[in-house]
């Protein structure tokens, strides 16, 4: 019976930490795009959101499961009291996001003019496809945070990153577009926004990372 409500006062915790960060960072989220897709009117936007098309396809091959097994193998060594294991999991699993977010973005990048100008028939849209592809490689810093987090049931932190990443994406976007940068400024804002979340969850995840023992 102890165990059970243990496991029930962590589950409610990690619940509520879950609930109101994902509350706080989509309400940010939809005020930020009914504002950007007001200043950028609906051609821009169109654009702004066809650039983002390729990037988000092939960050379906990124993980590879990856994300799942970290959480999983985190959150049983924990258990168990293997916290040196649990370091290298962190440690396996972050250098492979790495790795795979580097790749799938130069490839994404590599693919840009022949995406916009033959699959989309829109040249001109190759430089935007091209910045957004380095969102590859910023979402792959933010899912290795992420999946840490849950798996060492820190969700509170993972709420931090994902209001970060909200916040800093609307603002950046809109001061950009204000600035007169259009649909390229919204493309660097996302990717830039996406990268300062992730430098966000790399800086908690290092704090935890660096108080677990090392390996023998």
Known sequence: MSNAADIGKVSAKGGFNVLWGLVISSIVSAVGVIFIAQLLGEDAYGLYTIALTAPNLILIFRDWGITYAMIRFTAKYRAEGRMDEVRSVIFA??????????????????????????????????????????????????????????????????????????????????????????????VIGLTGANFIAGLVGIALLFSIYRTLPKPF
């Open 93 to 186: 699993g972050l250098v492979f996001e790495l790795a795979s977010g580097v790749v799938l973005s130069l490839i994404s990048f590599t693919l840009s003019d022949y995406i916009a100008g033959t699959i989309f028939n829109r040249p001109a849209i190759a430089p935007l496809m091209q910045i957004a592809s380095f969102y590859i490689l910023a979402s792959a810093i933010i899912t290795a945070a992420s999946a840490t987090f849950t798996g060492l049931e820190r969700m509170a932190l993972n709420s931090v990153m994902n209001i970060c990443l909200s916040i800093v994406k609307t603002g950046l976007i809109i001061g950009l577009v204000l600035l007169g940068f259009g649909t390229q400024g919204a």
